[in-house]
């Protein structure tokens, strides 16, 4: 039997994409196999005068991110699983609104630039600002929103601190503050940034799920359970946010797996993939699934989709094929 470590969606650098660096135990049967945590990095989209939240990751840092596939093993048909999505990062998307959130007129045109991964002009032109105007909380965070981007978190981080003292009631930042504390593995300050980002914006679907993945690597099971609700709860009218809601049921058949209420894990991954058919790691986990529950023709489709979806994702970012 092959095995080889999961390289999901929402990767990162070590330790760094969301839904790439944080281990958490899957069981399938007797064998345990390790996920990585992926959340992704985060940027939201918003337009020039509303800075709407978005989010990872994932992971988490988002990623998960982002996009929040996992790894593991390969389960007992011998299969391998599923490669590393090295995007990692979720898809922009608008924050709700929510006072103040309104981004001064004089650096809309620097978050435009962001918004454009023009980050070298982006980073000139706020570094710039900066000079003449050291204690803007609004400009920290954008320049801390350069080298996010990036996935360069140890710079990014200390920007973002500083916007949190400038303009603690920015919201923005303490979102992308618990990302990029998330892939540096500081976990505790992480956990403190999303619990401040929801004090000042309750609704944010994202940060509770960025709570449930801190809770599942702690071993915190009823609580991640809670939160991954949770965050579909806040999202699930929300058409642009189905790939979020989709994520959150996948992690939610992440928990059941390891309660052995596999039953429960193949309703949640189903969910996720009808959602978000290109989250190539769900339709691997529940084809694990489904051959545990002794359901070989539906776990065989479903592995046929991981491939296709694997596949179609490597196109997107310009990856050679497998050729498996």
């Keep these: 039997m092959r095995t080889g470590p999961d390289r999901v969606p929402a990767g990162f650098p070590p330790r760094i994409h969301s839904e790439h660096r944080r ?7 007797s ?3 390790r996920l990585q945590v992926q959340k992704r990095g985060i940027l939201s989209n918003m337009n020039l005068r509303t800075l709407a939240i ?24 011998g299969r391998e699983p599923p490669a590393q999505n090295k995007d990692g990062a979720p898809p922009d998307r608008p924050m709700t609104d929510a006072p103040f959130a309104t981004l001064a007129p004089d650096l809309a045109p620097i978050f435009t630039l962001i918004s454009q991964n023009q980050l070298g002009p982006a980073r ?25 981007r990036e996935k360069r978190y140890a710079l990014a981080r200390p920007h973002f601190a500083k916007a949190t003292e400038f303009s603690p009631q920015f919201h923005p930042t303490y979102h992308f503050y618990g990302w990029c504390l998330y892939y540096l593995g500081e976990t505790e300050q992480a956990r403190t940034a999303f619990q401040d980002h929801l004090r000042l914006t309750p609704t944010e679907g994202d940060s509770h799920f960025a709570l449930g993945l801190l809770a599942m690597d702690a071993d915190q099971l009823d609580e ?11 999202q699930s009218d929300n058409p642009k946010r189905q790939r979020d809601v989709a994520k959150a049921h996948a992690r939610l ?6 309660r052995e209420q596999l039953a429960q894990a193949k309703t949640h991954l189903q969910t996720a993939t009808n959602l978000w058919p290109q989250h190539y790691a769900a339709y691997y986990k529940l084809h694990l699934v489904l051959n545990r529950l002794g359901e070989p023709e539906a776990a065989e489709e479903a592995f046929q989709q991981y491939r296709l979806w694997q596949k179609r994702a490597e196109q997107r970012r310009g990856l050679p094929g497998q050729g498996r």
């Design 23 to 29: 281990p958490v135990c899957l069981v399938i049967g």
């Design 31 to 33: 064998l345990r196999n």
């Design 54 to 77: 978005m989010l990872l990751l994932m992971a988490g840092g988002c990623r998960d991110q982002g996009d929040p596939s996992q790894g593991q093993t390969a389960g007992p048909t």
């Design 124 to 148: 000139d032109r706020v570094t710039d600002y900066l000079q003449q105007n050291p204690q803007t909380g609004q400009a920290q965070f954008l320049l801390g929103l350069t080298y996010h």
């Design 224 to 234: 991640a359970e809670r939160r991954f609700h949770k965050a579909i709860d806040l």
């Design 253 to 258: 058949a992440d928990l059941y797996i390891r």
